[in-house]
């Protein structure tokens, strides 16, 4: 990692194709460095503090604090995880699970350390990703028994999900995110992200053009970033809500999935 790179803005990006996650200074989008060793890198997220979280679907979750070239500790994780998520009102985080037990499930971590807690639903085949609203409550995409995709929501302090029809048609669910005012909700396949009140009504959608592929977005402020699941990897800049064309891309990426913001202090 340079020098420099700590007193940054730091955009990271996990690239399936490498098994690694690419660094760059935000917003510039200059590569400072590579983290490496994984097993099989998939989504990322962040903390208020700029910790990095990693998770690795063949291994433990990697915690990277802002600008670090290692971990500075590691969660232990079960199945397949995919997606996470940190709440910014307890700290704690929320991973999702693709096949760790019979039905959907999701483990959250209090204060992002230790033993996770595991919620379950027979009625969800698996969760996808995953993300909080600014009170604390978690949301993530989900399968149902028939393959439809439906908005699911852990109540904050609650034990048991709520489950919300979205009326959309999914090729593959895509990131889950709180906007700010809306849960951004992606329809991976069709470069669409859904503006989704918090009892699952859809009030508006975003068109990103040249995004059908991507996956697992991150929105920082009225920039919406989303690396392109495809080969050349690049990652793309949208203006949020409006959408449109990119306004920005990096490219040099084999295979891109997730991306995470972590601001410097």
Known sequence: MQPDAKAQDLLYVSDLGANDVAVYTYPKGSLVSKLTGFGSVAGLCSNKAGDVFVVDEAGPVDVYAHGGSSPIRQLAASGAPNGCAVDPVSGNLALTQLSAYEHG??????????????????????????GYDGSGNLFADAWDRYGNVELVELP??????K????????????????????????????????RTTESGHVVATVTLKGGDNVEQFWIAGSTLIGPAAQSPGVTPFWHYPAGGNAYKTITGLTFPFGTTLSVAH
Not at 156 to 161: E, I, P, Q, Y
Request: net charge positive; proline share 3%.
């Open 105 to 130: 499930a999701m483990a959250v971590y209090p204060k992002a350390k230790g033993t996770p807690k595991i919620y379950e639903d027979k009625e969800i085949d698996a969760t996808w990703f995953c």
């Open 156 to 161: 904050k302090g609650g034990k048991a999900f």
């Open 163 to 194: 489950k919300f029809k979205l009326g959309k048609t999914f090729d593959k669910a895509g990131a889950v995110q709180w906007d700010g005012k809306y849960i951004a909700v992606g329809n991976y396949g069709n470069g669409l992200i859904y």
